[in-house]
């Protein structure tokens, strides 16, 4: 069994794992880092503490959000750094049997399919599981 | 605890260490009991013992020494298997490590060892390496000493029994039974106070304490990342307090106005607490250099005296651990390249033994490291050579050089001026990534030398890192820092110029800056931001890197404040325009420019062809100076080239004052003398207005004040002065502007205020050179004709 914390970004179901995860906040303004590689979102004052953020539907190659929409955080550690996810919406905490388990199903992009390391398939939709060390790794 | 005051901060940093180091013997002969064998054991008593014995023959504390002596002798045989590990032995050392104590006690209070006898802890240690003790040792560990005395050992026992009470001689009776029986604690006492020994003796592990706290007990060893810890806090608070003061100030409130005065207070004297504890004295990285330099030395064949000057100077050990390396570096380089053969040296009259001296200091909240030899010093002019050979620069550009640049391309990537590669120096680590790994700290290198009379290495670094002053600026609505350290001016040009000062060289934008042609970069550009604000109002940041200076167009300049800096993500690293991030007063974050870098990209990377067009330029356009123009009675207008004008201020007129003939206004605690030009120059209208305004000359500590009806301008252009005027206190006249202007020969009008004014001798034959500094202004006057 794995617990994953899940997010929606155009309108697939993503899943980190919660271990991973060190908060989920609302939108935060955040700074434009100029000449930095295209999925990096911005810079944000957590408590004190400079956070990168990546835009995970640039990173993930999915078309841009709605004008005016606000994305959220999941602030997740990577190597000993924190690093913001920016995801459109941020869902449950769900437990999911590791049986459900799939590999990427061919529908998706390369893009995608390089970036999670699976799929598990609940009842009514797919959740896909995001490799985050991949995903923040936008050097 | 007076005795301490006194103390030589030497001795007392000695005591401290050693009563760490007797603490942790304590430990280790207790557990040698239970493990009288073990070998690590008596390693650790044997290196601390050591250690002590080192610094007190250093200290020349001859008791304790000779103590020490004997004991790592004995520790070291015990150590090594030579001889076993007895009871006899054990009280021996643990008489011995008792008399260490003692005389440390004695040390600490009044500096000098006294009348503490150790002579019986000698002889029961040398009776143990003897062997002659080792017979006896079944015996030994009696509680009294008397029965022991009659058997083999006699000569050490007896005078074991003696020892303590030499120290209280008002109590002996008392003595005898300690030394053997309860040896850490007890025996400690007798030189704390051998007045009151009835009270002292009862509550003796209480009356240890004070004595040893004076010196042991008034230092802690604290955990580097709780030091770090309390580093981030701090910056953390400042940061608050940087947006609750915004935020107050805008309040209009009054007593919060005043609260966060006080937090304002606090938090400065907290960062600056916080921030001395991350201090260590450079003699960390320094103590080191001995050692580099007496192996290379000999290895050379060279002889050097290597003198060390400011080892207390203390700064972050952050910084310290940074600059060591470009430290060891430039010594190795001193001894290598610059420092001669002891034959070299006496060929050219010098003595054989070369000087190396290391200077530290503090200087305006910076650290200066100075690195001296009195070797062969820096020819300029085979550096000039090898830098063209190497393609560094073009000979053109070496020509328009001044030496002082010249000396500093031995910073540049790929030079080295080794002419043989030896194993010492020309290993391709070179001078640049001396200078790139001060710089990326902050600092900066500096370089001069006297051929034949040897070189100085000068490094600038910051106190620390964590938090620096800084300037923040905006760029197409986003805003950045600039690190003070590389700023040396922020111009502002109004937008009737702003569209016109930026002029083209070979398609490379550069501005004049006092007649001298600064290049410029756009940050727009470099970032690649559309939608610049351009108004025509210009600024431009003129910074400093790696000896070359540019200037930076920005939008706006918004605020100086001190900034907590902080590290890039790995993930943003490699863009190479910033140096890290910080968050602003309020709340949001900035990016930090990495001046090097932006210096290094935009200067560089259109090729050294583009610089060197600007330079040649700059060589050709310097006449054109820029000059002040100011009017005084009647109407005329003065010319002064601005390169004199240090200031420009005005004086109510009551606040002349007369010295003798002359003039004077009192300025900043000084003594200003004035002359009024119209005077001088021959008017006699006096000037009446209520406020003078005037021009402030000041050069080597000196300053006088030239008195002038108004200021006029600042003008900058080639002038074409004629020769029409030949009258007092001028040197020619001049259209600018459409207007006559006269070219005051300042040097005669600084001279009228101020006899002794530090100016340059005339050059005969040369009127135009009478004006100095800049022999580019005087240019400007290059008149024909004109007799002065």
């Known amino acids: 069994m794995t617990q994953l914390a899940t997010f929606t970004l155009a309108d697939h179901l993503f899943g980190v794992e919660v271990s991973r995860v060190q908060e989920v906040l609302r939108y935060q303004p955040s700074t434009k880092v100029h000449l930095a590689p295209a999925a990096i979102g911005g810079m944000m004052n957590l408590r004190g503490q400079v956070v990168t953020s990546v835009d995970l539907r640039r990173r993930l190659e999915l078309p841009g959000a709605a004008e005016g929409s606000e994305p959220m955080n999941v602030v997740v550690r990577v190597d000993g750094e924190v690093v913001s996810l920016l995801v459109d919406a941020i869902g449950d905490v769900v437990t999911v049997s590791d049986e459900l388990f799939e590999t990427p199903p061919e529908t998706l992009s390369a893009r995608e399919r390089a970036l999670i390391t699976g799929a598990y398939k609940l009842e009514n939709r797919l959740l896909l599981a995001l490799d985050i060390d991949r995903a923040v790794d936008v050097g | 605890m007076d005795g301490l005051e006194g103390m030589d901060e030497i001795v007392q940093e000695f005591l401290v260490e050693s009563h760490e180091n007797l603490d942790q013997l304590d430990r280790d002969l207790v557990a040698l009991e239970a493990e009288p064998g073990s070998r690590d054991l008596l390693s650790s008593i044997f290196r601390t013992i050591h250690t002590i014995k080192g610094t007190s023959g250093f200290l020349a504390f001859s008791k304790l020494e000779s103590l020490t002596h004997v004991g790592e002798n004995l520790l070291s ?296 030899d009195d070797g062969a010093g820096i020819d300029p002019a085979k550096i000039g050579a090898k830098a063209v050979e190497r393609g560094i620069i073009t000979s053109a550009q070496l020509a328009a050089m001044p030496e002082r640049e010249v000396l500093m391309l031995i910073f540049k990537a790929g030079f080295s001026t080794a002419e043989k590669v030896t194993n010492v120096s020309g290993r391709g680590v070179g001078m640049d990534v001396v200078r790139t790994n001060i710089e990326k700290i902050g600092g900066t290198v500096d370089l001069s030398s006297v051929p034949g009379q040897g070189s100085t290495f000068r490094l600038t670094i910051p106190l620390t890192l964590a938090i620096v002053p800084a300037l923040t600026v905006e760029c197409a609505g986003e805003r950045y820092a600039v690190p003070q350290i590389s700023l040396l001016e922020v111009v502002s040009v109004d937008a ?144 002064i080239p601005l390169d004199m004008v240090t200031r420009l201020e005005e004086f109510p007129t009551d606040k002349v004052q007369h010295v003798g003939s002359r003039e004077v206004v009192e300025y900043r605690n000084e003594i200003l003398p004035l002359v009024r030009l119209s005077q001088h120059l021959g008017s006699f209208d006096d000037g009446t207005g209520e406020r003078l305004p005037m021009i402030v000359s000041s050069r080597g500590g000196r300053s006088v004040a030239l008195v002038v009806d108004r200021i006029i301008d600042i003008v900058e252009e080639g002038v074409h002065a004629r020769s029409d005027v030949d009258d007092i206190g001028l040197l020619g006249s001049a259209l600018i502007q459409q207007q006559v202007v006269e070219l005051l020969d300042v040097r005669q009008a600084i001279l009228a205020a101020d006899p002794h004014f530090p100016l340059d001798p005339i050059l005969p034959g040369d009127p135009a050179a009478a004006y100095d500094p800049a022999a580019a202004a005087a240019e400007a006057f290059s008149l024909e004709g004109i007799s002065l």
């Open chain 2, 496 to 639: 009737s110029r702003g569209t016109t000062a930026i002029e083209q060289v070979s398609g490379a934008p550069v501005y004049r800056l006092r007649g001298r042609l600064l290049p410029l970069v756009d940050l727009a550009d470099v970032l690649g931001l559309e939608g610049k604000r351009r108004d025509g109002l210009l600024n431009i940041a003129v910074l400093q890197s790696e000896g070359r200076t540019f200037g930076l167009i920005l939008d706006r300049v918004l605020n100086s404040e001190e900034i907590v800096v902080k590290p890039l993500s790995s993930r943003l690293k490699g863009i190479g325009v910033y140096s890290g991030a910080t968050i602003l007063g309020d709340g949001s974050v900035a990016l930090i420019l990495d001046i090097q870098a932006l210096a290094a990209g935009a200067l560089s990377s259109e090729g050294a062809k583009r610089a060197a067009a600007v330079e040649q330029h700059t060589a050709a356009v310097v006449e054109a100076e820029k000059l002040l123009v100011a009017q005084v009675a009647g109407g005329r207008r003065v010319a």
């Open chain 2, 77 to 372: 045989r015990l150590r090594d298997g030579e001889l076993p590990m007895t009871a006899a032995t054990t009280d021996a050392l643990l008489r011995m490590v008792d008399d260490v104590r003692s005389l440390l006690s004695r040390i600490e209070q009044d500096g000098t060892e006294g009348a503490v006898d150790v002579s019986g802890a000698v002889a029961l240690v040398e009776a143990c390496l003897n062997g002659s003790a080792v017979t006896a040792a079944p015996a030994e560990p009696a509680p009294v000493a008397e029965p022991v005395a009659e058997e083999a050992p006699k000569p050490a026992a007896k005078r074991r029994t003696r020892k303590p009470a030499a120290p209280r001689a008002p109590k002996a009776a008392a003595a005898p039974a300690e030394p053997v029986t309860a040896p850490a604690p007890t025996v400690v006492a007798p030189p704390v106070a051998p007045t009151s020994v009835e009270a002292e003796h009862h509550p003796e592990p209480g009356t240890e304490n004070p004595a040893r706290r004076t010196a042991a007990d008034s230092t802690i060893r604290v955990d580097v990342d709780q030091l770090d810890l309390l580093m981030r806090l701090v910056g953390e608070l400042v940061l608050t307090r940087n947006q609750l003061i915004q935020r107050a100030s805008a309040e209009h409130d009054m007593d919060l106005l005043r609260m966060t005065q006080r937090l304002n207070l606090v938090t400065s004297e907290l960062q600056e607490g916080v921030m001395k504890t991350r201090m260590q004295p450079i003699d960390h990285v320094w103590s080191k250099l001995p050692r580099v330099v007496r192996d290379l030395s000999s290895m050379l064949g060279k002889q050097i005296s290597l003198e060390m000057h400011g080892k207390e100077t203390e700064l972050d050990r952050t910084l310290l651990e940074a600059i060591k390396d470009p430290l060891t570096h430039i010594v190795r380089n001193s001894v290598d390249h610059g420092i001669e053969t002891p034959e070299a040296r006496r060929a050219a009259g010098k003595p054989e033994t070369g000087l190396l001296r290391l200077r530290a200091f503090h200087e305006g909240g910076r650290v200066v490291v100075e690195i001296l």
